[in-house]
């Protein structure tokens, strides 16, 4: 099979690793000259349009700014082709449903790149879940929590996607969090929402944002996001009748307490960034080769994004 990949940014470039290293051909486009280079050097073709990677691809990945993520999707459906696009799908909600009613008209595939179901913690923490040894979940709370200019080591923050005030900042970033709580706990609504800018940063989106959901269990989850702590945190706690589930996404680790704070289950992983990439890569691929169902499909994605959408409008921020 050969895949085109649009846009070779760092997460671009992560995924045509994953692929060039399954054994397929992988072309891509972007606009620097550097990181069709860097494609370059890892094996892959660089090519000169978007239309030149969708021609002749079977699958494509969008990794391009998320202001660029509507429009690259259309064109990937418009050429028939199974579609693999970051987070977040979109940064407004006109015409998706639209996109994703073709898409499904032609039988394509589209694969929202929420790699944090991936996570060997929540896949683990799915699973008690299931289980029932927790009981029926009453709240969560998480947090992802970290310091922009640390991100990405020589690049200037400011004039990166996150610093756009109407599709960057922590909010839209941050949408694996929005993702997460609805994984666990189910269907949401939002219920509150602050942001703002604390000055930390220069920057004109927000980087500091708290956000309430009310599911559709009853239970509620209070998620914090922000782009300037120092060290870096990204947790979830759970608590249900039976106890608290303790989530270090970091750490790679799942403590399970019961109602007397005794710890009944612990589980540690190796943290394997690259792994976890790969293995969204694969899945993407069996939907591809196989017709198996995405993890997290286009409509989900969608479902989430209509929460942060929301969450931004109660905060008072800009509309895309």
Not at 282 to 291: I, N, T
Request: with cysteine; glycine share 12%; proline share 6%.
């Amino acid at each position: 099979m050969k895949i085109g990949v649009l846009g070779l940014g760092s997460i671009g470039l992560r995924h045509a690793r994953s692929l060039l290293g399954a054994g397929l051909a992988v072309k891509g486009f972007d606009p620097s000259p550097e990181s069709g280079a860097a494609l370059a050097d890892l094996g892959g073709l660089p090519v000169e349009s978007r239309a030149a990677a969708l021609d002749g691809a079977d699958g494509v990945v969008i990794a391009t700014p998320p202001a660029r993520h509507i429009e690259d999707l259309e064109c990937a459906v418009e050429a028939g082709k199974h579609v693999f696009v970051e987070k977040p799908i979109g940064h407004r909600l006109d015409g998706i449903e639209d996109i994703l009613r073709a898409a499904d008209a032609g039988g394509l595939a589209v694969f929202a790149g929420l790699n944090l179901r991936f996570h060997p913690v929540i896949k683990a923490a799915i699973s008690l879940l299931d289980t029932g040894r927790l009981g029926t979940p009453l709240w969560a709370r998480l947090l992802a929590a970290s310091y922009l200019p640390d991100w990405r080591p020589g690049q200037d923050y400011r004039q990166g996607y996150a610093a756009d005030p109407a599709s960057g900042g922590a909010l839209f970033d941050f949408i694996h969090e929005f993702d997460l709580a609805v994984h666990l706990l189910g269907p949401a609504r939002v219920a509150a929402a602050a942001a703002r800018r604390t000055g930390v940063l220069d920057i004109p989106s927000e980087d500091c944002a708290d956000v309430l959901l009310g599911h559709a269990s009853g239970a509620h989850s209070a998620i914090h996001v922000d782009y300037v702590t120092r060290p870096r945190r990204r947790r979830i706690e759970i608590a249900g009748e039976g106890g608290i589930m303790e989530l270090d996404l970091e750490a790679c680790r799942l403590v399970l307490l019961d109602r007397e704070g005794m710890e009944t289950s612990a589980q540690s992983f190796p943290r394997d960034t690259d792994g976890m990439y790969a293995e969204e890569m694969r899945a993407f691929l069996s939907c591809m080769r196989d017709g198996a169902a995405p993890p997290c499909d286009g409509w989900q994605a969608l479902e989430v994004l209509r929460l942060v959408i929301e969450a931004r409008r109660l905060s008072g921020l800009p509309e895309a």
